[in-house]
């Protein structure tokens, strides 16, 4: 599986492991960018992540902010994106199983690394269970549609 990745400088250090993860994972890492700790606007960053998936390029994406909250708020202008904040575990889980997200966001202020490395492995493994969710994320679709993001 590819995976996109993305940061702003307040996910950086978290954003560098998330790429040495997602590859022992056996997957393909996709870092497009930031490069250092220094100040960078992070909607730049969360659209070329959501770009990749939206076009089919990558097949999920992973971005790292101080909080998660602006990457995803970026993330989901992009038609096609469903961008989850994922700062626990138990999201991680439920945004893929029930809301067939194809970005997770966290926050690389908010988590520690071992708890950020079990959210990212939950996201990566956890399937979409379709079936009841499959109806309610067509009808998330069908309000971006109508409102033609």
């Not at 969360?46 to 602006?70: E, H």
Request: negative net charge.
């Amino acid at each position: 599986m590819r995976v996109a990745i993305g940061c702003d400088h307040g996910g950086y250090d978290l954003k560098e492991q998330v790429k040495d993860w997602v590859n022992e994972s056996g997957h393909e890492a996709d870092d497009m960018g930031c490069d250092s700790t220094e100040p960078v606007d992070y909607p730049a960053y969360a659209v070329a992540v959501a770009r990749k998936v939206a076009s089919g390029a990558a097949d999920l994406g992973i971005l790292v902010c101080g909080t998660g909250l602006g990457m995803s708020m970026a993330a989901n202008k992009v038609s096609g994106i469903r961008a989850a904040v994922c700062n626990d575990i138990f999201c991680a889980e439920h945004a893929r199983a029930h809301n067939d997200a194809n970005i997770m966001t966290i926050g690389g202020r908010v988590v520690d690394d071992a708890q950020a490395r079990r959210i990212v492995e939950t996201f990566l493994n956890t399937k979409f269970e379709g079936g009841r969710h499959a109806r309610r994320v067509a009808q998330i679709m069908a309000i971006e549609n109508e409102w033609g993001k």
